[in-house]
């Protein structure tokens, strides 16, 4: 029913930028927020930053002044503008949605991940 598509990873040295994008399709009515999460190895899934439909964002305290959500509501899309990015950074980051289907079903899922490697 719903797709979610990331795309944007990959290897970057210590300081530099990265942007991450997140595009959902299917039978979407409207989309309740979309959020970024990353897991690094032996790690739990974490919050990174969320957006809701109202354009409120929330950010975990790590990537704070580093990381910037923003969204594009026509295209049904997320970006994580990543800056300064350090080793610590280094993980699979995954774009979640929630979604209200035409329909009136909700939907929560996951993107298949995009892997973010920070090293020199």
């Known amino acids: 029913q719903v797709q979610l598509v990331e795309s944007g990873g990959g290897l970057v040295q210590p300081g530099g930028s990265l942007r991450l994008s997140c595009t959902a399709s299917?039978?979407?009515?409207?989309?309740?927020?979309m959020g970024w999460y990353r897991q690094a190895p032996g790690t739990e899934r974490e919050l990174v930053a969320a957006?809701?439909?109202?354009?409120?964002?929330s950010y975990a305290d790590s990537v704070k002044g580093r990381f910037t959500i923003s969204r594009d509501s026509a295209k049904n899309t997320v970006y994580l503008q990543m800056n300064t990015l350090g080793p610590e950074d280094t993980a699979v980051y995954y774009c979640?949605?929630?979604?209200?289907?035409?329909?009136?079903?909700?939907?929560?899922?996951w993107g298949q991940g995009t892997q973010v490697t920070v090293s020199s």
């Open positions: 979640n949605a929630g979604i209200t289907l035409f329909g009136g079903n909700y939907y929560s899922g």
């Open positions: 299917g039978s979407i009515r409207s989309i309740v927020g």
């Open positions: 957006v809701t439909s109202a354009g409120t964002t």
